[in-house]
């Protein structure tokens, strides 16, 4: 069985018909028979001399193997018995032969004329889409949908701005603080250091307690800034907001609202205020609007001294300052710009682009001028010498290093022995700066919770201003508190109160020359420890 599949497999590979394959076989039989009657050799002779006679090679024919003249003869063969049939005559003949019928039918008679169809009038609108009631009376229009839309918060206009407050007091109130304003100014106070034990410090300030009428609203948003006057005889502080609220606070007094007067001299976050060093009746502070401007308390007018182009939106984020004239900006473009307070006009002495990304803050040596640090979002704190400076891609003495975003870096007040830095990869770090000479090493690291959110101010640990070894910072644990670290990260104390301290306060900041603590929270309310 499996013998015949093959060769009818081969058959009709090679384009036999059945009726050709039949006298093939019959033909192959008979040469079958006289091969066995006359021996080997005549058989073989016999055969090639029938094949040849067989085949009717064409020209071409000849370079061909058996196999594909056979082939080619098999194709003509049967090309010549179908052409025998006459089938495709026979096709032609049939389809002239056949018509389609038509299923038209044939007119006759009268015909049928043709009716044009009338376009139906259109109706008219209901009484719903014509905003009419049932009786057909006009519907007052809805009233509009109301659409949130962001605040804007355009910058101030250039120049000079009078001081003018925001909240209600009374002209005579007004007219008294202005003169109080312009009295602390006038009063040259120099600052003198005492050189008190750790001990006795932490003896002292344990005495710190909050009162009831030490803690007020004084702006109306969140908290950037906090800053305390270094007078001895007279309490006043101030503080600046997201919206550029600036708030003075004189605490021991009762004019206006509790002592609170508000002005606007900005349009966004106030991230730094510092009194000038040698004239403390000029207070600066910068904003994310792009702008430095100088409260000149005898003129009773914010001056603008710095501005970047608005079209830019490059923020101003802190400053610092080389000499009592001179200070340091850096920005949202990661520059920092020197600015001299006294030339004319709002632009800078020289740009340096230190940072590729947002450069936070800006802290000078304290005794050798021209270093400088800054702290980037990219997660280093680094050294310049502005000695060395060049306007693109200055060279840094040394980088400091940190797993994510640095929120804050100070040198000590004093010598500057050491850096403060405040980073949120959860950790307080404190760096030896004793040799400014590129190998600035880490001296004490501690972690801290510094994931703030959202809503509240990064925390930003400050120095005391009179002291090397004793920083503040907020805190998330509960009970709301404050806490004091010494320059090797062990908390020495924390400040808090059950009645009156129930919020993180992110901005702390210390009287330049007495023990008092002023702590600022995201609601606008100050918190003062006496």
Known sequence: MATKRLRSKSLAQTGISPELKRNKQTKEAQVHLLQVGDGPEQNNKNTEED???????LPGDDSLSEFERRRLQNLRDNAAFFSTLNIKQAKENLSTTIQKPSNRRPARGLQIEKIKKESLPRRPPSLRLQRKDPHGEAVPAPPPVWEWQPPEHARQAPGPIKMIQKN????????????????MGKCKEKATKKNVSTDSFITSINALTLKSEHVAKVVKDRIFSVVVHPSETKLLVCTGDKWGKLGFWDVNSRDGNDGVFLYEPHSRPVNCLSFGQDNTDRLYSCSYDGTVRCTVFEQAIFDEIYATPEDDDIRCCHFDFLEPNTMLVCQSDGC?????TRTQGTGAENIYHVHGKLAKTVSVH??????FITACRDGYVSVWDIRHMKTKKPSSVDDLPHSKSVSSAYFSPGTGKNILTTSLDDRLNIFDSSSMTGDIRRKASIRHDNHVGRWLTNFRAVWHPMREDVFVVGSMHRPRQIELYDDHCHMLTTFSDPDYLGSVCSINAFHPTQNILVGGNSSGRLHVFT
């Open 336 to 340: 920092v710009a020197v600015v001299d």
């Open 168 to 183: 209600t007091v009374k002209d005579m109130d007004e007219v008294t603080f202005m003169r109080t304003l312009k009295n």
């Open 366 to 371: 304290p005794q050798e001028k021209n270093y």
């Open 51 to 57: 094949d040849k006679k067989q085949l009717h090679l």
